[in-house]
């Protein structure tokens, strides 16, 4: 079934010179981007568009190279056509995903600036010292222990205060939540 292409009668638009020319490489074509992509769907669509661009471009072939050469030629650039666009598709989504990134990493600083100044407020109604051991309890993550080094006073006394000022947080901030809800439906 190796028959020989007649190149001319393709040139010259001989539909049934095209059609023994799509059957006898078709198969090879298909294998080549098959390899290429691994995709077999790929592949079939790839095959088309060769061969699609091939029959468009029909008279420019040339009689003094075989076929399959020219065949080849227009696969391979089908091929960088396909990932050229593959490419772009991936940078376009790399970019999306920065970009939803970036606006959650801004809602979450917006966010924590929102916190901190709701708990700033919070503890101005504290004593001096409640509200220190509170700070270097929650802003610098140190230990009751470390806290009470620093403060020269008891990791009991530290507790102490942390529960105390756990308990005024509590009542404080369900007030303010309250005022804050009703002042926000106003």
């Known amino acids: 079934m190796n028959k020989t292409i007649d190149i001319l009668a393709v040139k010259n638009g001989d539909e049934k010179a095209f059609v023994a020319m799509y059957h006898q ?4 074509v298909f294998n080549f981007f098959k390899k290429k992509t691994r995709e077999p769907e790929m592949a079939k669509e790839l095959t088309q568009q060769c061969f699609i661009r091939l029959y468009h471009y029909r008279s420019s072939l040339s ?3 075989p076929p399959e050469k020219q ?5 391979k650039s089908v091929l960088i056509n396909h990932l050229r666009q593959e490419s772009r598709m991936k940078v376009r989504e790399i970019r999306y995903v920065k970009e ?5 990493t801004d809602l ?3 966010s924590r600036f929102e916190t901190e100044d ?3 407020k919070l503890t101005v109604q504290l004593s ?3 509200k220190k051991v509170i700070l270097l309890k929650t802003r610098q993550g140190l230990s009751n222990k470390e806290i009470a080094q620093e403060l020269s006073i008891s990791t009991k006394t530290v507790e102490n205060h942390i529960t105390k ?3 005024h947080l509590r009542l404080i901030s369900s007030d303010l939540l309250l005022l804050l809800v009703l002042f926000s439906f106003s």
């Open 63 to 65: 009689l003094s190279h």
């Open 108 to 110: 979450y600083v917006h």
């Open 71 to 75: 065949v080849y030629i227009i696969a």
């Open 165 to 167: 000022a756990n308990q």
């Open 100 to 104: 939803k990134i970036a606006e959650s």
């Open 118 to 120: 709701y708990f700033d």
């Open 25 to 28: 490489l078709n198969g090879r």
């Open 128 to 130: 001096p010292i409640r």
